[in-house]
C-alpha cells in the first residue's frame, strides 16, 4: 500500500473537483443526486488521472462521458449470465464477424472505455518518440514521465518488449479503469449509505473527524482534504468502512477456481480435478461464529471490541477483493479512494437520504451495484476549524 501513496497527488486533484462540484451542482441547488452513479463518475475519472494524468471528464461535465458507464452497466449484464454459460460468448459478443471488424476498429461493441485508452495511449507514445529524437529518455523528460501508470507501463515495455508489448500496454489501461472505478463506487456508496442508514453511527464517526480536526490529527486544509496517513488514525472511520464492506462486497458470485488435476481436499470432502469451486462474499461475511449473532446489523462497533485473535479472524475471512494471487489489481487504488474521500466529504457536506425511508436497491450483474440511492447534500457550518 505504501507504493501506492505516490499516487495521492491524483487523487486529491479529482477529490478537490467532485467536492466543488458536488456543491455547485447539488447543495447549492437543493437539488437531488443519484449518488451511487455521482461517485462512480468520480471512481472513474480518478483511475484515469492516475492511469493516465487526464480525467475521463464525468465529474467535470457532469455527464456519463461517450456512454461509457452506460455501457459498462450493460456489458456486466450480460457478463454475470453469459459467465455461467461461456459457450453462449462465442455466437453473441465474440463470434466471427465481430472478431474481423476489431482488426479495422468497426466493432460497433467496442467499448468507449479502450478507445479513450488507445488514445492516451497514441498520445503518450508521440511524446516519448519525440523526447527520444532529442536524447531524452523516458525517466529523464518530466513531461513525459509523469509518474502515472501509463509511465510505468510503457517503461516496462522498454525494458522488455518481447513481453509487455503495445497489446499489452493497452489491455493493462483498460483493465485498471474496470478494476479501478467499479468496485471502488460500490464500496463509497455501501459507506455513505449504512451511515445515512444508521444516524448514530454517523454522528459518531463525525465527532470523531472533528475531534481529529480540532486535536490536529487531520490538517485543517483549505480544501478540507484528508490524507491517506491521517485517515489510518481514525478507527471509528475504519471500523465503519469494515463494515460496509462486510454487508455490501462488491462482487455478488462466486470467485471461481478450478481444482488442479490430482483433486483436492476442501472441508472435508474430496473434489475431483478440473471441477469449478468458489466462494461467495456475501455468504462468508454473514457467517455468525466469525461475525456474531448480528451478522446482518451495520455495527462497526465490533471490529473494535473483538480481541486480537478474533479481529484477525475476522480481518482474514473478508473476501470483498477476493483473496491470494487473484486478489483484485485495483484493491489498493480502491482502499486509497475511500480512505480519502469518506472523511473528506463527510467535513464539507451533510449527507441524507432523498426520501428517508426508501430502501436502495441491489443489482447484481457479478457487480452489485446500486440503484434508488438518492441523496440530497448541506455545506456543513461547523467543520471543527481550529
Same mark, same amino acid.
Given at each position: 500500500?505504501?507504493?501506492?501513496?505516490?499516487?495521492?497527488?491524483?487523487?486529491?486533484?479529482?477529490?478537490?473537483?467532485?467536492?466543488?462540484?458536488?456543491?455547485?451542482?447539488?447543495?447549492?441547488?437543493?437539488?437531488?443526486?443519484?449518488?451511487?452513479?455521482?461517485?462512480?463518475?468520480?471512481?472513474?475519472?480518478?483511475?484515469?488521472?492516475?492511469?493516465?494524468?487526464?480525467?475521463?471528464?464525468?465529474?467535470?461535465?457532469?455527464?456519463?462521458?461517450?456512454?461509457?458507464?452506460?455501457?459498462?452497466?450493460?456489458?456486466?449484464?450480460?457478463?454475470?449470465?453469459?459467465? +455461467?454459460?461461456?459457450?453462449?460468448?462465442?455466437? !453473441?459478443?465474440?463470434?466471427?464477424?465481430?472478431?474481423?471488424?476489431?482488426?479495422? +476498429?468497426?466493432?460497433?461493441?467496442?467499448?468507449?472505455?479502450?478507445?479513450?485508452?488507445?488514445?492516451? *495511449?497514441?498520445?503518450?507514445?508521440?511524446?516519448?518518440?519525440?523526447?527520444?529524437?532529442?536524447?531524452?529518455?523516458?525517466?529523464?523528460?518530466?513531461?513525459?514521465?509523469?509518474?502515472?501508470?501509463?509511465?510505468?507501463?510503457?517503461?516496462?515495455?522498454?525494458?522488455?518488449?518481447?513481453?509487455?508489448?503495445?497489446?499489452?500496454?493497452?489491455?493493462?489501461?483498460?483493465?485498471?479503469?474496470?478494476?479501478?472505478?467499479?468496485?471502488?463506487?460500490?464500496?463509497?456508496?455501501?459507506?455513505?449509505?449504512? !451511515?445515512?442508514?444508521?444516524?448514530?453511527?454517523?454522528?459518531?464517526?463525525?465527532?470523531?473527524?472533528?475531534?481529529? *480536526?480540532?486535536?490536529?490529527?487531520?490538517?485543517?486544509?483549505?480544501?478540507?482534504?484528508?490524507?491517506?496517513?491521517?485517515?489510518?488514525?481514525?478507527?471509528?472511520?475504519?471500523?465503519?468502512?469494515?463494515?460496509?464492506?462486510?454487508?455490501?462486497?462488491?462482487?455478488?458470485?462466486?470467485?471461481?477456481?478450478?481444482?488442479?488435476?490430482?483433486?483436492?481436499?476442501?472441508?472435508?470432502?474430496?473434489?475431483?480435478?478440473?471441477?469449478?469451486?468458489?466462494?461467495?462474499?456475501?455468504?462468508?461475511?454473514?457467517?455468525?461464529?466469525?461475525?456474531?449473532?448480528?451478522?446482518?446489523?451495520?455495527?462497526?462497533?465490533?471490529?473494535?471490541?473483538?480481541?486480537?485473535?478474533?479481529?484477525?479472524?475476522?480481518?482474514?475471512?473478508?473476501?470483498?477483493?477476493?483473496?491470494?494471487?487473484?486478489?483484485?489489481?485495483?484493491?489498493?487504488?480502491?482502499? !486509497?479512494?475511500?480512505?480519502?474521500?469518506?472523511?473528506?466529504?463527510?467535513?464539507?457536506?451533510?449527507?441524507?437520504?432523498?426520501?428517508?425511508?426508501?430502501?436502495?436497491?441491489?443489482?447484481?450483474?457479478?457487480?452489485?451495484?446500486?440503484?434508488?440511492?438518492?441523496?440530497?447534500?448541506?455545506?456543513?457550518?461547523?467543520?471543527?476549524?481550529?
Amino acid at each position: 500500500m505504501s507504493a501506492l501513496v505516490q499516487y495521492e497527488a491524483f487523487v486529491d486533484t479529482t477529490t478537490s473537483k467532485f467536492l466543488d462540484q458536488t456543491e455547485a451542482l447539488y447543495s447549492s441547488k437543493h437539488a437531488t443526486c443519484d449518488f451511487a452513479r455521482w461517485l462512480q463518475w468520480y471512481a472513474f475519472d480518478v483511475i484515469g488521472q492516475i492511469t493516465y494524468s487526464k480525467r475521463h471528464g464525468f465529474i467535470d461535465r457532469a455527464e456519463d462521458v461517450d456512454g461509457m458507464v452506460s455501457y459498462l452497466g450493460r456489458l456486466f449484464d450480460y457478463v454475470a449470465p453469459i459467465g +455461467q454459460i461461456p459457450a453462449l460468448d462465442l455466437i !453473441l459478443l465474440k463470434n466471427p464477424i465481430l472478431r474481423f471488424l476489431d482488426k479495422f +476498429q468497426m466493432n460497433p461493441f467496442t467499448f468507449a472505455v479502450a478507445r479513450f485508452a488507445q488514445a492516451r *495511449v497514441s498520445e503518450r507514445v508521440v511524446e516519448v518518440n519525440a523526447a527520444k529524437a532529442h536524447g531524452k529518455g523516458l525517466n529523464a523528460d518530466s513531461a513525459v514521465a509523469r509518474g502515472d501508470l501509463l509511465s510505468m507501463f510503457l517503461k516496462a515495455k522498454e525494458e522488455r518488449p518481447d513481453f509487455f508489448h503495445d497489446g499489452r500496454v493497452l489491455v493493462m489501461a483498460v483493465s485498471m479503469a474496470f478494476a479501478g472505478s467499479e468496485t471502488t463506487a460500490i464500496s463509497l456508496a455501501a459507506v455513505f449509505y449504512y !451511515l445515512v442508514k444508521n444516524p448514530v453511527c454517523y454522528r459518531k464517526l463525525l465527532a470523531e473527524i472533528d475531534n481529529a *480536526v480540532s486535536t490536529g490529527i487531520i490538517e485543517n486544509r483549505p480544501n478540507g482534504l484528508v490524507s491517506w496517513t491521517e485517515s489510518q488514525q481514525l478507527p471509528y472511520f475504519d471500523a465503519c468502512v469494515k463494515e460496509a464492506f462486510r454487508l455490501h462486497p462488491a462482487v455478488g458470485l462466486p470467485l471461481e477456481r478450478i481444482v488442479p488435476p490430482r483433486g483436492a481436499d476442501i472441508c472435508g470432502k474430496h473434489i475431483a480435478g478440473g471441477t469449478i469451486v468458489g466462494c461467495n462474499a456475501w455468504v462468508i461475511h454473514r457467517r455468525p461464529e466469525v461475525y456474531g449473532q448480528d451478522v446482518d446489523a451495520f455495527r462497526p462497533e465490533r471490529w473494535l471490541e473483538a480481541e486480537k485473535e478474533k479481529r484477525k479472524e475476522m480481518e482474514a475471512t473478508m473476501f470483498h477483493f477476493g483473496m491470494g494471487a487473484r486478489t483484485c489489481i485495483g484493491k489498493n487504488i480502491s482502499l !486509497l479512494e475511500v480512505y480519502k474521500l469518506v472523511p473528506s466529504f463527510l467535513r464539507r457536506f451533510e449527507v441524507s437520504l432523498a426520501q428517508p425511508n426508501q430502501e436502495w436497491t441491489p443489482h447484481n450483474a457479478w457487480f452489485v451495484r446500486q440503484l434508488d440511492f438518492n441523496t440530497t447534500f448541506k455545506l456543513r457550518t461547523n467543520k471543527a476549524a481550529p
